[in-house]
């Protein structure tokens, strides 16, 4: 157990709708990360975010964002969903910056038909 | 801007010895090495920074060449419990994001 907590495990929703997705970093961190990951592809880095401020973007699409509030938890917001934002959503914490082991969540399986 | 892993997959049997490479265009500041396995989570195996540094985890090491932007993983006298998908992340020099590479996918054989 990483102490990284994700919900919910399993999202089935519709092309068209909007999903939230939720995270709660390890005691401690500061950082939280979010990552998608399609079948059998690698990590894509979608944003990271530091003690509630964005600290930096990878390949987020303009339909996703994200915050992270003054108790640390992260929320990651999908809408106008496609058949391709099909997924695995993993959240990761870490310490402080990217440079500190990251400890990753279970992950959220998202499937959209 | 993706480090470049190789090779792509690697199948061995059990108590060999196996090399993962990861190699990047940018200068780094850190190079992390994570490991998943199938339906699983990544799970961190080690970190190396900007110093050239080798590490241990067990029968597990890994090297940095910052001169090179290159780092190697190296795994020996393999066990079954090695398989997975073997992630490298490079964090570039005065940038805090840290990018992951396609993966190495290891295959034990008994």
């Known amino acids: 157990d990483s102490g990284v907590t994700q919900t919910p495990k399993h999202l089935i929703t519709a092309t068209g709708q909007r999903v939230t997705l939720r995270c709660s970093p390890r005691?401690?961190?500061?950082?939280v990360y979010w990552y998608q990951q399609s079948l059998d592809q690698g990590l894509q880095f979608l944003i990271q975010y530091y003690n509630g401020e964005e600290r930096a973007k990878g390949n987020i699409l303009e339909r996703f964002s994200a915050q992270q509030f003054p108790d640390l938890h992260s929320e990651l917001n999908l809408s106008s969903l496609e058949l391709g934002d099909s997924a695995l959503y993993f959240c990761?914490?870490?310490?402080?910056?990217?440079?500190?082991?990251?400890?990753f969540g279970p992950g959220t399986r998202l499937t959209v038909t | 801007q993706q480090p470049v892993q190789s090779p792509q997959a690697v199948i061995l049997r059990e108590g060999e010895d196996a090399v993962i490479n990861c190699s990047s265009s940018?200068?780094?500041?850190?190079v992390h090495w994570y490991r998943q396995k199938h339906g699983e989570a990544p799970v961190f195996l080690m970190i190396?920074?900007?110093?050239?540094e080798q590490k241990g985890h067990e029968k597990i090491s890994a090297s940095f060449n910052e001169k090179k932007q290159q780092s190697s993983l190296y795994l020996t006298a393999s066990q079954l419990s090695y398989s997975g998908t073997y992630f490298c992340?490079?964090?570039?020099?005065?940038?805090?994001?840290?990018?992951f590479g396609k993966g190495t996918r290891l295959h034990i054989l008994p």
């Open positions: 940018k200068a780094l500041y850190s």
């Open positions: 190396l920074l900007k110093g050239g």
């Open positions: 005691s401690g961190d500061l950082s």
């Open positions: 992340g490079t964090v570039p020099v005065r940038d805090d994001k840290i990018i």
């Open positions: 990761a914490s870490s310490l402080q910056g990217a440079s500190y082991e990251q400890y």
